[in-house]
């Protein structure tokens, strides 16, 4: 039976650092308020780099890690909800940017959850024998789609971009992979795109092309669907919570991450958080973390690691990993 391994990660996030000091200069706010509610520091902001050159940054880094040529590479997945462009798509770019010319290249919306959803897209092309390699990427630059206005999302949010490479093995890697979608719940967390005009519109409804969010109705769902999936992976993969050595949450708010290691009565010393540093990334928040562990040697060889992401549509997903590198 084949499975699909790791084999390299990396992550990239923009030089520009923006602290909660900075941003009380700009909105009412100070770094009490927003430290206290959300465990954010810092959060890293774009100057100009577009969403596919944070990628692009992030898939060269996980490339050289996994020591494959970017011609052996055989899907390109990216999930982003901020796009450089509606078309091409930011895999397509990457795909140009590193060479990778044997590739079938798209994007994905799964907004915070995108990664996981990417690790299930190309798990499947890979254990079905049709390809050999993928190339998964979480990138966002969500600072050009955040009301700077308003002090309840964008103190939240950050700027960058996390990659791994799969490859088809003889030995377990991803498993238990999971992709759900709610999306009964899309008001909960919306940005418009693009008003619909043309000669036959009668009236033209203005549309939003801003971050919205109903952070009690995220938070509610976010807890529900961590413990609901962290749970679902221990008993189909006949495992105890003992057993788990860490978990990569979507790095959203720290409450969040509090409540549900409560909730599953596991400590947070088995959860790998840096959202202190890089604050909400969205879908690059848990290819960013995976990345951290492997490059500062968190990780070992066979540790069984949790992987959970959630977001607007609203959308969840969630893997079990075994790290074999």
């Not at 084949?2 to 990660?9: L, N």
């Not at 880094?61 to 970017?70: G, Q, R, V, W």
């Not at 052996?72 to 940017?97: F, H, M, R």
């Not at 949790?306 to 959308?315: A, K, P, Q, R």
Request: charged share 25%.
């Amino acid at each position: 039976m084949r499975s699909v391994e790791i084999i390299g990660t990396g992550s990239y996030a923009p030089n520009h650092i923006v602290t909660n000091e900075m941003l009380e200069s700009i909105m009412e706010t100070s770094n009490e308020w927003i430290l206290s509610r959300t465990g954010i520091e810092q959060r890293h902001i774009s100057q100009g780099e577009e969403t596919s050159d944070l990628a692009t940054k992030a898939a060269m880094e996980a490339l050289k890690d996994s020591n494959l040529k970017a011609e052996e590479i055989d899907l390109i997945i990216v999930g982003t909800c901020s796009p450089d462009s509606l078309v091409p798509s930011v895999a397509c770019k990457v795909q140009k940017n590193i060479g990778a010319c044997n590739a079938m290249a798209f994007d994905i919306n799964a907004a915070c959850s995108g990664f996981v959803f990417g690790l299930d897209i190309a798990t499947g092309f890979i254990t079905s024998g049709r390809l050999k390699t993928a190339l998964v990427i979480g990138a966002e630059v969500l600072s050009k789609i955040v009301n700077w206005e308003d002090r309840s999302t964008s103190v939240l949010f950050g700027d960058g971009a996390g990659a791994a490479v799969l490859k088809e093995s003889a030995i377990e890697g991803l498993s238990y992979i999971n992709s759900k979608s709610e999306g009964e719940k899309w008001e909960a967390l919306t940005c418009g795109s693009v008003a619909l005009e043309n000669p036959f519109v009668i009236d033209t409804i203005p549309i939003d092309n801003k971050v919205s969010m109903e952070g009690k109705e995220i938070y509610k769902f976010a807890v529900k669907v961590m413990e609901n999936e962290f749970n679902r992976i221990l008993e189909e993969a006949k495992l105890t919570k003992e057993e788990i050595d860490f978990i990569v949450p979507h790095q959203a708010n720290i409450r969040m991450i509090e409540t549900f290691s409560k909730k599953v009565g596991v400590s947070l010393d088995k959860f790998v958080i840096n959202l202190s540093k890089f604050g909400n990334t969205s879908g690059a928040s848990i290819p960013i973390a995976l990345d951290e562990g492997n490059k500062n040697g968190t990780f070992k060889k066979g540790n069984k690691i949790i992987v959970i992401g959630f977001g607007g549509g609203l959308t969840f997903g969630s893997a079990l990993i075994t790290w074999n590198k």
